[in-house]
T-cell receptor
Framework: EDQVTQSPEALRLQEGESSSLNCSYTVSGLRGLFWYRQDPGKGPEFLFTLYSAGEEKEKERLKATLTKKESFLHITAPKPEDSATYLCAVQANYGGSQGNLIFGKGTKLSVKP | DTGVSQDPRHKITKRGQNVTFRCDPISEHNRLYWYRQTLGQGPEFLTYFQNEAQLEKSRLLSDRFSAERPKGSFSTLEIQRTEQGDSAMYLC??????????FGPGTRLTVT
């Protein structure tokens, strides 16, 4: 069964303290891996898509990387406005499952000033 | 580009009543998805459309749930005979083909 596991569930950082969030996945055929940011009471906001092992994407203080079994979201020198829940999702490329995303439970990041 | 919009943003209903939600996707997008999210969980897939055709439905989508996308534009999600377990955030997303999905703000449903 396709599955996404994110760790840690919650992460507290001081402003400027860099860290990484982990997303482990099990899927028979990976079409793409997606990272989203979600603020309380709002819909997920798209951040990155990664398609193949070794690929990296960057946006401001965020950098996403992908291996054959997991993805990391690195946060460099975070600021309080980076506080949010970060969601990882995979999209499979076999059978009829070529549309929907399978999400993890997310990592809730809190950045204190 | 105004993004994906959903209406209403909040809905409180009594158990047993029917409710309908609307989603307007990004205009250039041909795919539209419905997800459900409960507290502390990631979104769970319900169903998706490519243009007006409903291509996939999750087993989470019981007979009480129905979705339509007439003319391949906006979509509606109806829940009949609501139950307390239906309380959740209902999220709509749209995409061009299999590419990244953009989500709307969601409709929060509370069944009392």
């Amino acid at each position: 069964e396709d599955q996404v596991t994110q760790s840690p569930e919650a992460l507290r950082l001081q402003e400027g303290e860099s860290s990484s969030l982990n997303c482990s996945y099990t899927v028979s055929g990976l079409r793409g891996l997606f990272w989203y940011r979600q603020d309380p009471g709002k819909g997920p906001e798209f951040l990155f898509t990664l398609y193949s092992a070794g690929e990296e994407k960057e946006k401001e203080r965020l950098k996403a990387t992908l291996t054959k079994k997991e993805s990391f979201l690195h946060i460099t020198a975070p600021k309080p406005e980076d506080s949010a829940t970060y969601l990882c999702a995979v999209q499979a490329n076999y059978g009829g499952s070529q549309g929907n995303l399978i999400f993890g439970k997310g990592t809730k990041l809190s950045v204190k000033p | 580009d105004t993004g994906v919009s959903q209406d209403p943003r909040h809905k409180i209903t009594k158990r047993g009543q029917n409710v309908t939600f609307r989603c307007d996707p990004i205009s250039e997008h041909n795919r539209l998805y419905w997800y459900r999210q409960t507290l502390g969980q990631g979104p769970e897939f319900l169903t998706y459309f490519q243009n007006e055709a409903q291509l996939e439905k999750s087993r989470l989508l019981s007979d009480r749930f129905s979705a339509e996308r007439p003319k391949g534009s906006f979509s509606t999600l109806e829940i009949q005979r609501t139950e307390q377990g239906d309380s959740a955030m209902y999220l709509c997303a749209s995409s061009w083909a299999n590419y990244e999905q953009y989500f709307g703000p969601g409709t929060r449903l509370t069944v009392t």
